[in-house]
């Protein structure tokens, strides 16, 4: 795979280009370095309401429709996110609508008008939003398992913030956040796909001229919390199983470096796949649970690797210790090649899987040049990825997978006694 280029705009921004002769879709993609990690209390969410706000309307294109009807006009695929530390816009379409791609995603960070009666609309869309997530088990638990290792600060908070911080929030401050936040400096425009390089940087060029340059805005500063293992069980009597979610705290990216490869190593052995330890013992062995998701979260100041699962309310007791003895024996135990050998395959498959489509690609390229300023191959990812050894993660597994490092959320009808999870937990050192 070769290697996409960097090029500065004549506005300043930084320009990410990968041209392959192979794809057959465009995308261009736009990453912001603002999130819910650069909001302060009262503006909690505001991040994740802008982006809403940016289909609503521009200058070009007054409302949703008409902004909607010009992006169906080339056939695109859009959409955006907002993460902790940053935000993202693409348009994704076939090869020969290029120019207009561009057009309409510059439109939109340069010429957003955030009006009132949309930014109500929104406003309640949004509320709504929290409402399905409320009501989704699986979200809520992992949600309020954030706030309890993180606390009152941004990384504890919800990227939709709060029903109490949405309805405050105002379109002056909307239209200040947006001013503050988005300019040349943190913000880096990716193409991935199948078009002429000189004619991409003419059109960034020429639509981007006039977005913001603005001075960038720091965020606050992250604090970590003491780290003792927490639980926190939440009863809702219309819940029919328990829903958990076993948080290890880890550090972030500018600790970890190259090691979140050996994180994702040990992620994929223990939750990749039909095979996989926590799969095996939890859904083949014991029959215990249905679902199961087991990643890890790296932020450039934190991170975690997490393990969520639900059981039948009576086996709760029995789901956790179970997962602990688990992560008690591989401490112990050497495993074999065989294991380690499967995991890798794995875990190459899912970055190998990143670059099937333009769109992922831009997403693959471009998030790890925003986060490090560098640019990582996947041929690079699998050389790396050849040289783990079982001393690698197990090196993880002894310095983040103990009971300190430990965040457990628990949601179920059932009132439970908090101290027999502590007992469960005590031999994890």
């Not at 499967?342 to 899912?350: F, R």
């Not at 970055?351 to 998030?367: R, W, Y």
Request: proline share 2%; net charge positive.
């Amino acid at each position: 795979m070769k290697t996409p280029k960097i090029i500065k705009s004549t506005n300043g921004l930084d320009c990410l280009f990968y041209n392959s002769p192979e794809l057959i879709t465009t995308t261009v993609l736009a990453l912001v370095k603002t999130g819910t990690d650069y909001e302060s209390k009262n503006l909690n969410g505001i991040s994740h309401f802008i982006e809403h706000l940016f289909f609503k309307g521009t200058k070009n294109f007054a409302t949703p429709q008409s902004l909607s009807w010009e992006l169906d006009k080339i056939g695109a695929d859009y959409n955006a996110f907002t993460s902790y530390e940053y935000t993202g816009y693409y348009i994704k379409t076939l090869n020969h609508y290029l120019d207009r791609a561009v057009y309409l995603l510059a439109e939109m960070l340069t010429n957003p008008i955030f009006d009132q009666s949309e930014l109500e609309k929104e406003r309640s869309v949004i509320l709504e939003e929290i409402n399905y997530l409320h009501d989704t088990p699986i979200s809520f638990i992992f949600e309020e398992t954030l706030k309890l290792a993180y606390g009152d600060q941004p990384a504890g908070w919800s990227i939709l913030g709060t029903p109490q911080t949405l309805l405050r929030i105002n379109q002056e401050e909307i239209k200040n956040y947006f001013f503050n936040n988005y300019s040349n400096k943190n913000t880096l425009i990716i193409i991935v796909g199948n078009f002429n390089l000189n004619k991409a940087k003419s059109y960034i060029n020429k639509y981007f001229s006039s977005y913001n340059k603005n001075k960038n805005i720091s965020k606050p500063k992250f604090t970590e919390t003491t780290l003792i293992p927490k639980i926190n069980i939440i009863k809702r009597k219309e819940i029919k199983q328990s829903h958990l979610a076993l948080l290890f705290k880890l550090k972030g990216l500018n600790f970890l470096k190259n090691r979140r490869l050996s994180l994702g190593l040990l992620t994929s052995f223990l939750g990749y796949g039909f095979s996989s330890r926590m799969f095996r013992v939890l859904r083949e062995e014991l029959g215990i649970t249905y679902y199961l998701k087991v990643s890890n979260d790296l932020y450039s100041n934190r991170g975690y690797l997490y393990i969520q699962t639900g059981s039948t309310i009576d086996k709760t007791y029995l789901t956790v210790d179970k997962i602990i003895d688990e992560l008690i024996k591989i401490k112990k135990e050497k495993i074999s090649n065989e294991e380690i050998e499967k995991a890798k395959s794995l875990l190459e498959t899912s970055i190998f899987s990143l670059a099937e489509s333009s769109l992922s690609l831009a997403l693959f390229f471009g998030l790890d040049y925003l986060i490090f300023n560098k640019i990582f191959t996947t041929d690079y990812y699998l050389k790396e990825i050849k040289k783990l050894k079982e001393s690698d993660m197990k090196k993880e597994i002894h310095n983040w997978l103990k009971k300190e490092n430990l965040v457990m959320g628990i949601l179920s009808s059932e009132d439970f006694d908090k101290n027999k999870f502590f007992k469960l937990i005590k031999n994890l050192n």
